[in-house]
C-alpha cells in the first residue's frame, strides 16, 4: 500500500448495532420507501472499521460474523467514502477493513453502521472537520438508519427512519440476542409486510407516549410492556421458526422477545446484567439458535478509537 498520503496514520471508528423499541410502519410512499415511526436503541455490539490511505478504493471484511458481507463497490462502506469524496472533492483512495462483531443481515443495521464509521473515519482521515449533523446529512443519502448509527444513544425516527429527534431515557438496559442462520433481506420483509396488510387501510405512524414514558423511568419492566415491531409479523410469516426462539426465551425469564428490525435477529430484554448471562447459557444449551450475544444500551454512536491490537 503505497500513496502519496502513505504517512498518514490509520484511522479506526467503533460503531454500535441498534434495536429498534419501536418499529410502526405507515404507508408506502411513492418512492418505494414506507413511512416510519421508530424508536431506535444504540447497543454495545460493535464492527470496528479501520480506513487508511491505498492507492485504490478496497475493503477486507474480517471476524466471524464476516461471511456474506459484499467486499467490492456494493459495500456501503465503500459507497460512504466514495461518496464524501465526490461530495466534497478532499478525499483519495482508501482501503477500508470491517471488523465484524454485528450480526450480517440480521436486522442491526451492520450495513448501515459500517457506513456510518466510514464516514467518521473518513471526515478525520482527510482533516475535513465536517459535524455531526453535516455527516448525518451525507448518511441519510447511504440508508435510512445510517443517521442513528452516527447520533447514537437513544433517538425518535420518522420520515423513512433518517430524520432524528432525540429521545429522553434514563438507565442501562441489558439485551440478549439470539441470532439466527442465515440472513433476512430488508426489501423483502417489507414487501411481505405490505402483503400481510393489503386489504387495510394504514394510517400515519405517530411515536407510542407509553413507550416514551417508560424510557423517562428507567424501568426495564415498564420498557417490556410497550417494545412493538410492525415488521415482527412479516419476520415470522418469512421465517416461521423464529416464534419457537421468542417463546424459548420467554420461557427462560426474558422480560419481553421482539424481532430484531426486520430480523432474524430475535431481540430479549431482560432484568439486569445476571438475568443476561442466565438467559444466554438457557439459549445456547437450547439448541434453537446460531448464536447468542449479550449487549446493553444506550451507547454513543460511531466514534474514533485508538488502533485495535490484533
Ligand atoms: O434505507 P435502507 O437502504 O436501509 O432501506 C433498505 C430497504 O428497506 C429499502 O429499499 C426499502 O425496501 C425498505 N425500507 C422501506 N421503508 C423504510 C426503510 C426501508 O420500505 N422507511
Redesign the pocket.
Known sequence: MTSAHSERPPVTVRVPAKVNLELLVGP?RPD?????STVYQAVSLHDDVTVVDDDEWGCTVTGPLADGVPTDGDNLAVRAARLLEAATGLGSPVHITIRKGIPVAGGMAGG?ADAAATLVACDRLWGLGLGKEELERYAAQL???VPFLIAGGTAVGSG??ESLAPALARGTYHWVFALAEGGLS??TV?AECDRLRRNRIVPEPRPGMGLMGALRTGDPFELAEHLRNDLQEAALSLRPALREVLDEGLGFGALAGIVSGSGPTVAFLVEDLEAGLDLAVALTASGTVRDVRRAQGPVHGAHVIPAPID
Open positions: 408506502l418505494g420507501f414506507h413511512t416510519l448501515s440508508g435510512s438508519d423513512r427512519g430488508t426489501p417489507y
